[in-house]
T-cell receptor
Framework: DTAVSQTPKYLVTQMGNDKSIKCEQN?????MYWYKQDSKKFLKIMFS???????INETVPNRFSPKSPDKAHLNLHINSLELGDSAVYFC????????????FGPGTRLLVL | KNEVEQSPQNLTAQEGEFITINCSYS?????LHWLQQHPGGGIVSLFM???GKKKHGRLIATINIQEKHSSLHITASHPRDSAVYIC???????????????FGTGTRLTIIP
């Protein structure tokens, strides 16, 4: 069974659309994260949730809204998609909020046309 | 200048060689992480360390807090070690114990059979 899963794996969409990426972990972890990896392969933290509460929001535009319906899920909704949003988005989870070993999802490759 | 610098950016070596990847940082940290990103895109957390040295199989990670420097070593390198290795530093961002990860730009390692 996959520990951290993301759907979809690939997402191609037009500028201006709204899209969501889902993330689920079955590890019983308390903390979940969203990362963005740009075209130069540079990883950057976007959000961190601990027990459904937002603890990090790293200067991400308001068009990005994370939603954590329960501890096992952290979804990412993006409004009014822009060309610059094209990237690979990784979800991850860890057992504690102190960034212990993180388990990453396979990534969602988003292409905005 | 990035807060986290890695060197070299690219490294090609013959199978069996001893590999060293370096990471220097310019901020106070609580821990440092090494991650491996496979050619297919998947990310695996290798080490989290705050002092001294950790070993896992053929991988060894060391950190010198005073010098703000960490190294990742691979002994008896193998073509399956070919990947991007990413260093990330963990540091406090608030008085409430919230921490964040800041990533280096990665080192692309290629091991030739």
């Amino acid at each position: 069974d996959t520990a951290v899963s993301q759907t979809p794996k690939y997402l191609v969409t037009q500028m201006g659309n709204d899209k969501s990426i889902k993330c689920e972990q079955n590890l019983g972890h308390d903390t979940m994260y969203w990362y963005k990896q740009d075209s130069k392969k540079f990883l950057k933290i976007m959000f961190s949730y601990n027990n459904k509460e937002l603890i990090i929001n790293e200067t991400v535009p308001n068009r990005f809204s994370p939603k954590s319906p329960d501890k096992a899920h952290l979804n990412l909704h993006i409004n009014s998609l822009e060309l610059g949003d094209s990237a690979v988005y990784f979800c991850a989870s860890s057992a504690l909020s102190s960034w212990e070993t993180q388990y990453f999802g396979p990534g969602t490759r988003l292409l905005v046309l | 200048k990035n807060e986290v610098e890695q060197s070299p950016q690219n490294l090609t070596a013959q199978e069996g060689e001893f590999i060293t990847i370096n990471c220097s940082y310019s901020v106070g940290i609580s821990a440092l992480h090494w991650l491996q990103q496979h050619p297919g895109g998947g990310i695996v957390s290798l080490f989290m360390l705050s002092s001294g040295k950790k070993k896992h199989g053929r991988l060894i990670a060391t950190i010198n807090i005073q010098e703000k420097h960490s190294s990742l070593h691979i002994t008896a390198s193998h073509p399956r070690d070919s990947a991007v290795y990413i260093c990330a530093v963990q540091r406090l961002i608030s008085n409430f114990g919230n921490e964040k990860l800041t990533f280096g730009t990665g080192t692309r390692l290629t091991i030739i059979p």
